[in-house]
């Protein structure tokens, strides 16, 4: 019975021996720890950054200063004052040869009163369209027909272009075109002096006194062309 407990003891302590040196080997050894990515494994690899390619422009490079249509260079010892554009006469050469209308007698008055109705047109070239005025600094289409033919020696009662179209007499054929006969349109609500063939001057809503060729938008809008009848238009004396 004794030999038995001592066999037992024995194989205890050697199990035990065993297996302490077992725990302390592995205590002993260095702990690997395996480094992991923060980024989720089913993530694409970030994408490298979107290459930018810079391109030269096929304008070429402005050297020349700008100018101003219709704009003077300035020149002499006034070069710093600002001149006045050129709109009067640029607009009177290319539209129309008003002289030369006057020398050939394509005038429907004669041409004393054709003379001072271009002079009385050309005074108030430019100024501004105000609805039923008639001067001196703003017109409305009757007012500066009636402005520039009172003044012209052709006096009449100032009145709508529709009225004026009641009071005067109709012409036909090169008659329509001759300086000074009046123009009529956008169904009668509109009206201005006949220069030539090519165009007329008016009271423009947008522009002021000045010049419009038939040409274009006003070739659809003309209803016709009138003269001042004798009684109408009596030269003053």
């Excluded at 979107?50 to 304008?59: L, V």
């Excluded at 429907?108 to 369209?129: H, L, N």
């Excluded at 009529?184 to 201005?192: A, R």
Aim: hydrophobic share 35%; aromatic share 10%.
């Amino acid at each position: 019975m004794n030999l038995k407990k001592y066999l037992f003891l024995s194989a205890f302590v050697v199990v035990f021996t065993i297996g302490s040196t077992v725990t302390a080997a592995a205590q002993g050894r260095d702990r690997v720890v395996k480094t992991t990515s923060s980024q989720p494994v089913n993530m694409p690899p970030s994408a490298p950054p979107p290459t930018i390619q810079r391109t030269t422009s096929s304008r070429p490079t402005l050297t020349d200063p700008i100018i101003v249509v219709g704009q003077p260079k300035p020149s002499g010892p006034n070069a710093a004052a600002v001149t006045a554009p050129l709109v009067k006469r640029t607009a009177l050469s290319s539209a129309t040869n008003i002289g030369s209308a006057l020398t050939a007698g394509r005038t429907a008055y004669g041409m004393s009163i054709s003379q001072r109705i271009y002079q009385g047109i050309m005074e108030r070239w430019g100024k501004p369209y105000v609805y039923g005025s008639t001067g001196p600094n703003t017109y409305d289409c009757s007012g500066f027909v009636w402005s520039v033919f009172n003044e012209a020696g052709l006096p009449f009662t100032r009145a709508s272009a529709r009225t004026l179209w009641a009071q005067s007499e109709p012409v036909s054929g090169d008659d329509r075109f001759k300086f000074g006969t009046l123009v009529f349109l956008n169904g009668l609500g509109h009206m201005g002096i006949v220069a030539d063939e090519n165009g007329f001057f008016h009271a423009s809503s947008s522009k002021g006194i000045t010049y419009s060729p038939f040409a274009g938008y006003w070739s659809s809008r003309i209803v016709g062309f009138r003269r001042l009848m004798p009684e109408t238009a009596a030269p003053s004396k």
